[in-house]
């Protein structure tokens, strides 16, 4: 997957939060969004995702030779951010299976990806009775092991203790390699095997000082 930005902006109402943003994501690279609290990092992933559309300029996502239309870009891209929302009504094994049905995983089974998110003794337990580490846990290990030429990952550390950014870190880390990786953060350990850096406040909008007369 390959991603170019021409001239995107966005902005909320009269607020711009970013403008004339050039830039090529290139296959089988990791970048790191970086930003302040407010700057922008998860209102570009949200564009990266087709999920916001832009308010001026472009975003081109190419697989191969093929240009995705937004209509079925969502087939080629895994994306998590902690304002997504597992389905807790679910068992855990239950959860891993629906979400099995509709994406092909890069794992052999279920209770394969449970296994990796060494959350086998609560395979059975309900996602609504999980602690926020584990719903995080669980949320990453979802996103990096369905099979998507495009991860996209929004502070993907927050709630996991030292063991679980160990974990994070080691299982991100074997499987970036033959995609596009890009994670937003403003946590050094988030990024440490990310390629490129991209600082979104080098984007924001700055009014032009009206001159004196
Ligand atoms: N739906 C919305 N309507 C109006 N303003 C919004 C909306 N979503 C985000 N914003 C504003 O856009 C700016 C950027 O928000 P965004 O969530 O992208 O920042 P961020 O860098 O991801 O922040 P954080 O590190 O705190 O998660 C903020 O000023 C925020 O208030």
């Known amino acids: 997957m390959q991603i170019n930005l021409s001239g995107l902006g966005k902005r909320y109402n009269y607020e711009w939060i970013f403008r004339r943003l050039d830039y090529n994501f290139l296959p089988e690279t990791a970048y790191a969004i970086l930003g302040h609290n407010g700057s922008g990092k998860s209102t570009l992933l949200n564009l990266l995702s087709g999920y916001l559309s832009p308010s001026e300029g472009s975003i081109t996502h190419t697989l191969g030779h093929q240009t995705l239309t937004p209509d079925n870009l969502y087939r080629h891209l895994s994306f998590t951010a902690p304002y997504l929302e597992l389905v807790e009504e679910y068992t855990l094994l239950e959860l891993v299976q629906f979400h099995s049905h509709f994406r092909a995983m890069r794992t052999a089974s279920a209770t394969d990806l449970i296994d990796r998110l060494y959350l086998k003794p609560a395979k059975d ?11 995080q846990r669980l949320k990453l290990g979802l996103a ?13 550390t927050t709630n996991l203790d030292q063991e679980g950014i160990n974990w994070y870190l080691e299982h991100v880390s074997q499987n970036r390699k033959d995609r596009l990786v890009i994670v937003s953060s403003n946590v050094a350990h988030e990024y440490s095997f990310c390629d490129e850096i991209i ?5 924001h909008y700055k009014p ?3 001159k004196k007369i």
Do not use: H
């Open 125 to 135: 337990k309900f996602v609504k009775d999980f602690s926020s580490g584990m719903k």
């Open 208 to 210: 032009k000082a009206a």
């Open 199 to 203: 600082n979104i406040t080098d984007y």
């Open 144 to 156: 990096i092991y369905t099979d998507a030429p495009l991860l996209l990952l929004d502070e993907p």
